[in-house]
């Protein structure tokens, strides 16, 4: 069983940064890959992006290419979400999750734990 928490969500102009935290608990951490996805007002949840176990692997949706950044420190069982240049439809309810995979997935369904989400919203 893996429970994870979210912060650092909040609310920041247009062009701002933001830092979302993942904190994992559980000592099999490192076992999984982990994802980040958000759901805008009145949208599915999409896919944000991912990383591996290791840290050395990561995968983005085009939107957030060159923006965001995915990291992890697997020896505070946490995994990180650096939000650069934010733009107002970056704003959305943001959650971790796990999945028992070697590498990253897009895919909800491969994921099987879930934090409960922060809030984001950025402001023109």
């Known amino acids: 069983q893996v429970q994870l928490v979210e912060s650092g969500g909040g609310k920041v102009q247009a062009g701002g940064s933001l830092r979302l935290s993942c904190a994992a608990s559980?000592?099999?951490?490192?076992?999984?890959?982990m994802g980040w996805f958000r759901q805008a007002p009145g949208k599915e949840r999409e896919f944000v992006g991912t990383?591996?176990?290791?840290?050395?692997?990561?995968s983005y949706v085009d939107s957030v290419k060159g923006r965001f950044t995915i990291s992890r420190d697997n020896a505070k069982n946490t995994v990180y979400l650096q939000m650069n240049s934010l733009k107002p439809e970056d704003t959305a309810v943001y959650y971790c999750?796990?999945?028992?995979?070697?590498?990253?997935?897009?895919?909800?369904?491969?994921?099987?734990?879930w934090g409960q989400g922060t809030q984001v919203t950025v402001s023109s």
């Open positions: 990383i591996n176990w290791s840290g050395n692997r990561t």
């Open positions: 559980g000592r099999t951490f490192i076992s999984y890959a």
């Open positions: 999750a796990a999945a028992m995979l070697s590498l990253g997935s897009r895919y909800e369904s491969e994921y099987e734990y």
